[in-house]
Each structure stands twice: as structure tokens, then as C-alpha cells.
């Protein structure tokens, strides 16, 4: 072989090597991109499995807020269960347990009434003896009392309403803040719950002024502790105004006879809870 074969055939050499150099890298390349394209298949793949899992179906999804519906109700009931006792006390007293409020409008057929506290007030016939049992027992303690409001009819509610209208107004509320400032605290019409005749507003003697001063009382005190041992609720509670929606009065008392008022007492409820339970 001579000078020039001897160069040319090295040429051929360093160009099959190249070449395989080309070969083996081109190989590489694709070995890791391969390997890189299962990596990132096996990473979607294992973070979408669960995402499948976790996610809920529309199925699923529309049964979520059942499930949570389901469950407060549940919790509710817990507290305040249902009860037999209490539907069989609602069935023997159904005329006394009335519900009136701001969403039950005192039925139009009320309770017979009579006059009370020297025909200065009226109230339903039916809970005079129980109230003077209570009036009396509490004298023999030293308690004594003045019964400011009783039966109401909704014409003399209407005339309280506008009364509280015209404050409002000559304050310098407009009439319909005036008229939303007084449903905060007074009745609308017919949404009385004195206008059943059940209802009583009862202050100590030794203060006159219905307030929440009424509760420092001695004589409020009495009567809040003994008013279930005959017939009468405290019907607007200090720590139930989110039930009762009317802020705490401390002089205002339902009657509801005894079977019911100790079974409210013993429950710790309003009359609103007591209707739950039925
Ligand atoms: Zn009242």
C-alpha cells in the first residue's frame, strides 16, 4: 500500500468512527428522552390517578350539600329531639301555647277575657286564679307587684306603633326608619303576643320603670324563679333573643299553664324550642 492508500484508508477509519460516535449519541439522545418522556407520563399519571379519585362525580357532587343538610339537621335534632312528652303537653294545652311572634299572627278567635286589677286591665279568663295564687304567695314573701300591661287588641297596638312612629319622626327619622326603628322592639299588629290575652307585663312596685333595671329586682327575681310553679314562662330570655328575636324583658311573662311551663322550665327553652320539639 502506498503513501496516499495508507491516508486514504485512515480517513475512511476516523470517518466510520465518527459516524458510530454519531450513532451511539444519536442512540443516547433517544434512550434519555425516552426515558424522560416515561418519567413525565409516569408523573401525570400518578398525579392524575388520585385527582380521578378525590374528585367527586357530578353524582357525588350534587349529594355534598344534602350530606352537609342532612347532617345539620342531625345536630339540631340532637339538641333539640323530638319529644312525646312535650306533644302530649302541646295536646292537652293547646289553647294556652299559642305561638304568636314576628312570623305567627295571634288567631283572630281569642280567649274569653275578663278584667283584672280593678278592671284596669284585661286578661284571658283562664289564668286569673293561677295569677292570683302567684301574687298571693309572693305578698306572703314580701313581694310585691303592678301589672302594667295585659290583654291588647291589635286597633291598640296599631296606636302604640304609631305613637313610636311619631317619636321616631320628630327625631328627625324619616317615617320608614322611624317605622323599622319601632319594629325593633314593638310588635306590629296582630303580631302582639298580648293580644291573646296571655301575655302579662309585670314590674316589681318598688320600680315602676319597664327596663332592664327590673331584673335587679327582688321582686323580678322571685318571679322569674317561681313563675313556672304556676303557669307562666319568662317569655323573652336574656341569653334566647337569636330564637325569640326580641330583645330580653325581663318583666314580660306568658302563661301557658303548668304542665307546659314546667316542662319548659326543666328543658331550658322558649316557646319557639318547645315548638321544635313537636
Ligand atoms: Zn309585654
Same mark, same amino acid.
Given at each position: 500500500?502506498?503513501?496516499?492508500?495508507?491516508?486514504?484508508?485512515?480517513?475512511?477509519?476516523?470517518?466510520?468512527?465518527?459516524?458510530?460516535?454519531?450513532?451511539?449519541?444519536?442512540?443516547?439522545?433517544?434512550?434519555?428522552?425516552? %426515558?424522560?418522556? %416515561?418519567?413525565?407520563?409516569?408523573?401525570?399519571?400518578?398525579?392524575?390517578?388520585? /385527582?380521578?379519585?378525590?374528585? =367527586?362525580? &357530578?353524582?357525588?357532587?350534587?349529594?355534598?350539600?344534602?350530606?352537609?343538610? *342532612?347532617?345539620?339537621?342531625?345536630?339540631?335534632?340532637?339538641? +333539640?329531639?323530638?319529644?312525646?312528652?312535650?306533644?302530649? !303537653?302541646?295536646?292537652?294545652? &293547646?289553647?294556652? +301555647? !299559642?305561638?304568636?311572634? /314576628?312570623?305567627?299572627?295571634?288567631?283572630? @278567635?281569642?280567649?274569653?277575657?275578663?278584667?283584672?286589677?280593678?278592671?284596669?286591665?284585661?286578661?284571658?279568663? !283562664?289564668?286569673?286564679? @293561677?295569677?292570683?295564687?302567684?301574687? *298571693? @304567695?309572693?305578698?306572703?314573701?314580701?313581694?310585691?307587684?303592678?301589672?302594667?300591661?295585659? $290583654?291588647?287588641?291589635?286597633?291598640?297596638?296599631?296606636?302604640?306603633? #304609631?305613637?313610636?312612629?311619631?317619636?321616631?319622626?320628630?327625631?328627625?327619622?324619616?317615617?320608614? @326608619?322611624? +317605622?323599622?326603628?319601632?319594629?325593633?322592639?314593638?310588635?306590629?299588629?296582630?303580631?302582639?303576643?298580648?293580644? *291573646?290575652?296571655?301575655?302579662? #307585663?309585670?314590674?316589681?312596685?318598688?320600680?315602676?320603670?319597664? #327596663?332592664?333595671?327590673?331584673?335587679?329586682?327582688?321582686?323580678?327575681?322571685?318571679?322569674?324563679?317561681?313563675?313556672?310553679? $304556676?303557669? %307562666?314562662?319568662?317569655?323573652?330570655? &336574656?341569653?334566647?333573643?337569636?330564637?325569640?328575636?326580641?330583645?330580653?324583658? =325581663?318583666?314580660?311573662?306568658? $302563661?301557658?299553664?303548668?304542665?307546659?311551663?314546667?316542662?319548659?322550665? /326543666?328543658?331550658?327553652?322558649?316557646?319557639?324550642? %318547645?315548638?321544635?320539639?313537636?
Amino acid at each position: 500500500m502506498n503513501k496516499t492508500n495508507i491516508q486514504k484508508s485512515k480517513r475512511a477509519e476516523r470517518k466510520r468512527r465518527r459516524q458510530r460516535i454519531v450513532r451511539m449519541q444519536l442512540l443516547a439522545i433517544m434512550a434519555t428522552i425516552s %426515558f424522560i418522556v %416515561f418519567l413525565v407520563y409516569n408523573k401525570v399519571h400518578i398525579k392524575e390517578q388520585p /385527582k380521578v379519585k378525590v374528585e =367527586p362525580t &357530578k353524582e357525588v357532587q350534587q349529594s355534598y350539600p344534602q350530606e352537609k343538610t *342532612t347532617k345539620k339537621k342531625e345536630e339540631g335534632n340532637k339538641k +333539640l329531639a323530638k319529644s312525646k312528652e312535650a306533644k302530649k !303537653i302541646w295536646k292537652n294545652n &293547646k289553647k294556652l +301555647l !299559642i305561638l304568636v311572634n /314576628k312570623e305567627n299572627i295571634c288567631p283572630e @278567635d281569642g280567649l274569653s277575657r275578663r278584667k283584672i286589677c280593678n278592671g284596669r286591665i284585661e286578661a284571658a279568663d !283562664i289564668l286569673y286564679s @293561677d295569677l292570683c295564687q302567684m301574687l *298571693t @304567695d309572693a305578698g306572703k314573701e314580701g313581694y310585691n307587684y303592678w301589672i302594667a300591661s295585659g $290583654y291588647r287588641s291589635a286597633k291598640k297596638q296599631q296606636k302604640l306603633v #304609631d305613637e313610636d312612629v311619631r317619636i321616631g319622626m320628630n327625631q328627625g327619622l324619616s317615617y320608614e @326608619d322611624a +317605622l323599622e326603628k319601632t319594629y325593633e322592639e314593638t310588635m306590629p299588629a296582630g303580631y302582639s303576643e298580648h293580644q *291573646t290575652g296571655l301575655a302579662l #307585663d309585670i314590674l316589681a312596685s318598688s320600680n315602676l320603670n319597664m #327596663d332592664i333595671s327590673q331584673e335587679n329586682t327582688a321582686e323580678n327575681k322571685w318571679m322569674k324563679e317561681h313563675c313556672y310553679e $304556676y303557669g %307562666f314562662i319568662l317569655r323573652y330570655p &336574656k341569653d334566647k333573643e337569636n330564637i325569640t328575636k326580641i330583645s330580653y324583658e =325581663p318583666w314580660h311573662f306568658r $302563661y301557658v299553664g303548668k304542665e307546659a311551663a314546667e316542662y319548659i322550665r /326543666k328543658n331550658n327553652l322558649t316557646l319557639e324550642e %318547645f315548638y321544635l320539639k313537636l
